[in-house]
């Protein structure tokens, strides 16, 4: 129901920015957040940020202070501002979206994932 496209990685040397984004498309009615996780090579997939329709935002303990999510609920658009950006943060990023039914059930979508590279 529910379709996400991610943009804005690549390559970025060691305190640099990137700024990606997440749009999304099909029926949102049931959509509660949207969040942004990431992947790093032989790593499980964690949450990096994520954020509520009604403005609340959670953030990785290790990006809190660098990283910035951000969503323009007229287009559907997510954003993650990352700012002073370290080698550790190496990974592909991927778009989530979180639906939750009225009986509790949860759904998620994921966008497709971007790379993005930190070098030292």
């Known amino acids: 129901q529910v379709q996400l496209q991610e943009s804005g990685g690549g390559l970025v040397q060691s305190g640099g920015s990137l700024r990606l984004s997440c749009a999304a498309s099909g029926n949102m009615f049931s959509v509660k957040s949207m969040g942004w996780f990431r992947q790093a090579p032989g790593k499980e997939r964690e949450t990096v940020a994520e954020i509520t329709t009604g403005g609340e935002t959670n953030y990785l303990d290790s990006v809190k202070g660098r990283f910035t999510i951000s969503r323009d609920n007229v287009n559907n658009t997510v954003y993650l501002q990352m700012n002073s950006l370290k080698p550790e943060d190496t990974a592909v990023y991927y778009c989530?979206?979180?639906?939750?039914?009225?009986?509790?059930?949860?759904?998620?979508?994921w966008g497709k994932g971007i790379l993005v590279t930190v070098s030292s």
């Open positions: 989530n979206a979180d639906a939750r039914l009225s009986s509790g059930y949860g759904l998620n979508y």
